[in-house]
């Protein structure tokens, strides 16, 4: 039996001695793998973009142990985000503040706010602790494709590039963080994620959020630059559905000519010939989604039907990302293929 091969204690104290040498390295969150440097280190944050094509105007996240330590990288905190960052940290929160004077712009992109996350994985608690340092980290792929959530998805996208790989095993979320920003009684979504609209307003029912709309409205790509640039793509071309018979039809239609993967619900699937990847909740899809696509690019897949899940909460996340992916392209009511 195949074993995987966990990082352990020595593991994570070399890849913090990595990180305080100024060196990037690739470790463990619960919603995707990170590529991190020292925060605090200019030319270990421009690393961080060299290896991964990463735009310059894309700011980083920068990562804590806990939300004690935010003074090293942000000022003025309000008590709104410090109520928010109390109750969601440790987990797949990311809140924008200021910056303080200290932290390098070359994180921020420029910007006078920067990106705070206190992650829960144990490998990723274990790395912020062990360097000493806040530690900022994008995904850990090349600029543009899906995030990785094993070891070996960023692997096969960096390869030796980073100083050293920490495995965690499979990410249990699966999604990028939530990205929030907080002005006074306001708090706008920039970019959705595990934890919700609802989750938000559970804890700060009077608080007015603005969610933005799927997949990034202009004033989300202003507020959130990362969300203009291309990104979670795999290498085939990813085509939405929503109706298990219109792909039927489509695919009947079509022929079979083309090499495809089709991701969707369990029960609707069941018995489909091919290349076929089911879920059974939208947990289980969030958690697959990435890995799926990795699957399907390996063995030469070249189209991508994915189910477009309806729904808010949760489904918001996944959908934003099923959006980017497609480019918006799903298979429309009269079973040809439209550009949303
Ligand atoms: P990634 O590291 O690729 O998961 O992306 C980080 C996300 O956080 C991107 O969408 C960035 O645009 C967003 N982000 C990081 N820093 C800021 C900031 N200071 N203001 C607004 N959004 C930010
Ligand atoms: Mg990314």
């Not at 109750?87 to 200290?102: M, N, Y």
């Not at 829960?120 to 000493?132: D, E």
């Not at 990785?148 to 692997?155: D, E, F, W």
Request: glycine share 10%; with cysteine.
């Amino acid at each position: 039996m195949n074993f995987p091969m966990y990082s352990n204690e020595s593991d994570i104290r070399s890849a913090a001695e990595q990180i305080r040498d100024g060196r990037v390295v690739v470790f463990p969150t619960e919603t995707v793998y990170g590529l991190g440097a020292n925060a605090l280190d200019p030319r270990a944050v421009e690393a961080i973009f060299e290896v991964k094509s990463r735009p310059t105007d894309n700011p980083l996240i920068v990562h804590l142990a806990t939300p004690d330590e935010i003074g090293r990288v942000a000022i003025d905190v309000s008590p709104t985000a410090h109520r928010l960052l109390a109750e969601f940290s440790p987990g797949p929160l990311t809140i924008v503040l200021p910056a303080s004077r200290d932290l390098p712009r070359v994180v921020t992109a420029g910007l006078e706010t920067v990106a705070v996350r206190i992650p829960a994985h144990p490998v990723a608690q274990g790395l912020i602790r062990a360097s000493g340092v806040p530690v900022a980290a994008p995904s850990a792929n090349r600029s543009g494709e899906p995030s990785p959530t094993t070891a070996a998805m960023a692997r096969r996208s960096l390869g030796a590039a980073p100083a050293a790989y920490l495995d965690g095993g499979p990410c249990e979320i699966g999604l990028e963080s939530t990205v929030i920003a907080v002005s006074g009684d306001e708090v706008h979504i920039l970019r959705p994620g595990a934890v919700t609209e609802a989750d938000i307003l559970a804890i700060l029912p009077d608080v007015t959020v603005h969610a933005g709309s799927v997949a990034g409205t202009e004033a989300t790509a202003a507020a959130s630059p990362g969300t203009r640039h291309r990104h979670y793509e795999p290498k085939g071309e990813v085509i939405l559905y929503n109706d298990v018979d219109r792909l039927r039809e489509f695919l009947q239609q079509a022929g079979q000519t083309v090499r495809h993967g089709i991701i969707g619900p369990a029960d609707d699937l069941m018995g489909w010939p091919g290349v076929v990847r089911s879920y059974v909740d939208l947990r289980e899809y969030a958690r697959n989604l990435y890995a799926w696509f990795d699957e399907f690019d390996q063995s030469g897949v070249s189209i991508v039907f994915a189910y477009l899940p309806d729904g808010s909460g949760f489904a918001t996340a996944l959908r934003d990302r099923l959006i980017r992916a497609s480019g918006g392209r799903r298979i429309g009511r009269r079973g040809t293929i439209e550009e949303q």
